[in-house]
């Protein structure tokens, strides 16, 4: 029993319900060489002789050519509009680079005005570091002379008594 399936191609279904129990109509995919009609063909190379194929690049060929003539003169006043439209783009773009050259310097000027004081500040504390440590250092022999003017005197006066104790 010859069907179509669902591409459109003729195959051949068993008949149901079969003998074996309840089967649909499907194509039988081991019987399909059994029907080599049924294939479908390829549908043969166009064949072009050399007349067409010079034809057909003169075709394109003065196609290209006439895109090329088909533009307009400098003269010509979509050409003047245009021209003006690009240089008022370019004009517009220069301002614009020009404001982001201007904002950068004074980023960077900011930025070395703030350096400038975090230096300063950096500075400052050193010079109060140093100044701390010069104090300490002072202090420190200050504290040690005393020692000794008090182990000293404590030295005269044993010396004094006539002896050690």
């Not at 439209?85 to 004009?91: N, V």
């Not at 350096?115 to 504390?125: G, I, P, Q, T, W």
Request: glycine share 4%.
């Amino acid at each position: 029993m010859l069907e179509t399936d669902g591409k459109g191609r003729r195959c051949q279904t068993r008949p149901w319900p079969s003998f074996y129990g309840f089967v649909p109509p499907t194509r039988i995919g081991y019987a399909a060489h059994l029907f080599p009609q049924e294939k479908a063909r390829m549908a043969a190379p166009k064949l072009n002789d050399f007349n067409e194929r010079r034809k057909a690049a003169a075709e394109a060929k003065s196609a290209l050519a006439a895109k090329f003539r088909a533009k307009p003169a400098p003269d010509d006043p979509i050409m003047i509009a245009r021209r003006a439209e690009q240089q008022r783009l370019a004009e517009a773009r220069e301002v614009r680079a020009a404001e982001r050259r201007a904002a950068k310097e004074a980023e960077l000027a900011r930025l070395r005005e703030q350096d400038e004081v975090r230096k300063a500040e950096e500075a400052n504390r050193l010079a109060e570091i140093a100044r701390r440590e010069a104090e300490k250092a002072a202090e420190a022999i200050r504290m040690a002379a005393e020692r000794k003017a008090i182990r000293d005197a404590k030295y005269a006066a044993r010396k004094a008594r006539g002896g050690k104790k």
